[in-house]
């Protein structure tokens, strides 16, 4: 069995090879997807196990109002966090949360630390009531795990790193 190495570049200047542990690979591939693109991911492994498992179909009862109710949520909250990052003058983008030039606390931020993940997650679920099917559902929780694990853990970690004790408090 090789492993799996990674490439790190020693005092010498010398680049050397160390087998990286299952932490560090999973490290390694933080942030590396930005989250419109797992939604997307997500959405269409959601359509193709509906299209492949159409046993897994159930009878959802007003379905589309549901459906609309999901996502017109959805948008409000994910409006409102775009909003709120656009009003503190920080970056909205999510692959380097470092660049965040202000804490924002403010707005729905008060009510959730990732209102466009969550916007995400319910647009995801939006998707499922549409589809109508356990199989395709099952994967809005996967996404919701990835995001906290890839996504969110390292922001958090970069925004501690950056705001300090501003952000433990909040």
Do not use: C
Request: aromatic share 12%; net charge positive; charged share 15%.
């Amino acid at each position: 069995h090789r492993g799996v190495y990674g490439a790190y570049k020693g005092n010498s200047g010398k680049i050397h090879r160390r087998r990286l542990t299952a932490a560090r690979r999973m490290q390694a591939i933080e942030l590396k997807i930005p989250p419109v693109g797992v939604f997307l991911l997500a959405s269409v492994a959601m359509w193709v196990l509906a299209w492949y498992l159409p046993a897994a179909g159930f009878q959802l009862p007003a379905r589309p109002y549901l459906v609309a109710a999901l996502l017109i949520v959805s948008g409000v909250i994910g409006v409102a966090g775009i909003i709120a990052f656009r009003r503190h003058e920080t970056t909205v983008d999510p692959m380097r949360p470092g660049k965040a030039s202000s804490l924002v606390i403010a707005s729905v931020y008060r009510h959730t630390r990732n209102p466009m993940y969550l916007a995400l997650a319910l647009a995801l679920l939006a998707w499922a009531a549409y589809l109508a099917n356990i199989a395709a559902a099952i994967v809005v929780p996967a996404f919701v795990a990835y995001m906290n694990r890839f996504q969110i853990r390292p922001e958090e970690r970069a925004l501690l790193e950056s705001f300090g004790d501003d952000y433990a408090r909040y």
